[in-house]
């Protein structure tokens, strides 16, 4: 059984940067794509990058595509998000997902998940 445990977060003025990093451990065959996602008050929850470990293919939501950068280091089991360029709009709590679901088409859709860690919150100030 996959466990994923996030770090990074905090509160930062518009324009700043923040890295989040995702650590896990457990079964690594079931860590083929590793993405984050995020969740504003009120909001459904919405990909914001994903990886697929393998090939190294990376996956971006709209509304970070050009300031935000996910990475991977395998020897550490960490996957990491680069958030440059923060805007008020990015204040969400960011969750670590894993275990992507057999079948699953779209790598971006919190549904194709099925292990998720607590999450780690974003707070960007105007």
């Known amino acids: 059984q996959v466990q994923l445990v996030e770090s990074g977060g905090g509160s930062v003025e518009v324009g700043g940067s923040l890295r989040l990093s995702c650590t896990a451990s457990?079964?690594?065959?079931?860590?083929?794509?590793m993405g984050w996602f995020r969740q504003a008050p009120g909001k459904e929850r919405e990909g914001v990058a994903v990886i697929l470990s393998d090939s190294g293919s990376t996956y971006y939501g709209d509304s970070v595509k050009g300031r935000f950068t996910i990475s991977q280091d395998n020897a550490k089991d960490t996957v990491y998000l680069q958030m440059n360029n923060l805007k008020p709009e990015d204040t969400a709590m960011y969750y670590c997902?894993?275990?992507?679901?057999?079948?699953?088409?779209?790598?971006?859709?919190?549904?194709?998940?099925?292990?998720w860690g607590h999450g780690t919150q974003v707070t960007v100030s105007s």
């Open positions: 457990g079964y690594s065959y079931s860590r083929k794509a």
């Open positions: 997902a894993t275990d992507r679901k057999f079948g699953s088409a779209y790598v971006l859709s919190p549904s194709s998940y099925n292990t």
